[in-house]
């Protein structure tokens, strides 16, 4: 895999790191006009460098670190947020986010994945990757929000559903298939947004919209594009020749129907502003609700079942 395809970010740290530089040394009108320019420079080349990420550079800003994550768009968006905890069964999971809040004066239900910043929360949160409680915590919020008709918004971002031996133990199949069920059936407004990394039935457990939407540098897919390299070729290094084949990106997934539309993305994509990128998901957020509330709940069940019913296209993949 090429050093360069992995490092895309390279020029725009240095200009970064010259433009601080150049902040922090007294130089009076002239500096100013310095920084100014490498300002517009910058600016400039983000743009440039992120219309033409290929699939598996989107793949890795869809998992940067600073990306905006559940919490994040939660405080920017919405206001009285209450988060619950536990799935009144097992224990509590903060892989998965859940509560009530308000948006635009309205009362709404949230569930959302959450990654960690650093390293002691990325490890309390499992690295986003939920556990059965988890989506067991979420099936009892969708209970509540059906109870009080409280419209659904989600967002998805994680690696999976976590794989491990205890996972397993207690259920992790059954809950994410309850899951899947418990939302095909909400007759409430359901709004998902896919703001990172869609993996497999992990991200879908709670991916079930009238509306799914799609931050544009995000990615959504069966699996990783190293685990799909590791199946095929028992070679994870092959894993950008499985992003591009897989089909993983936000153009290619709303051509095949996967997705209903594409949220842009600031220039240097949702992690460059966090501000920004909620302001604009917002937008597109209260566009879809307004329109779903104006369709009775017995036709938007039905048509969230065709929705998913009508996914499915059959091709010859190439691979290289």
Known sequence: MAAEEDD?????????????????????????????????????????????????????????????????????????????????????????????????????????????????????????????????????????????????????????????????????AEAIAVSLRTMARLSVPIVVTVTGEGGSGGALAIAVGDRVLMLEHAVYSVISPEGCAAILWSDQSKAKEAARAMRITAPDLKELDIIDAIVPEPAGGAQADHAKQATILGEHLMACLEELRTVAPAERVEARYQKFRRMGVFGQAKFF
Do not use: C
Not at 27 to 40: K, S, V
Not at 100 to 128: M, S
Not at 137 to 163: I, N, S, W
């Open 8 to 172: 895309f970010e390279r020029p725009l740290r240095e200009l970064e790191k010259k433009i601080e530089e150049l902040s922090g040394v007294p130089g009076g009108d002239d500096r100013a006009d310095e920084i100014e320019r490498l300002e517009r420079r910058l600016q400039t080349l983000r743009e440039e460098v992120y219309a033409r990420l290929t699939p598996w550079q989107r793949a890795l800003v869809a998992r940067h670190p600073k990306r905006p994550y559940t919490l994040d768009y939660v405080g920017l968006l919405f206001s009285d947020f209450v988060e619950i905890h536990g799935d009144r069964k097992y224990a509590d999971d903060p892989a998965i986010v859940a509560g009530f809040a308000t948006y635009k004066g309205a009362p709404i239900a949230v569930i959302g994945h959450q990654k960690g910043r650093d390293t002691r929360e990325k490890v309390r949160r499992n690295f986003g990757m939920p556990r059965p409680e988890g989506y067991r915590k979420a099936v009892r919020l969708m209970d509540l929000a059906e109870r009080f008709q409280r419209p659904l918004f989600t967002f998805v971002d994680t690696p999976g559903a976590y794989p491990g031996k205890g996972a397993e133990e207690r259920g992790q």
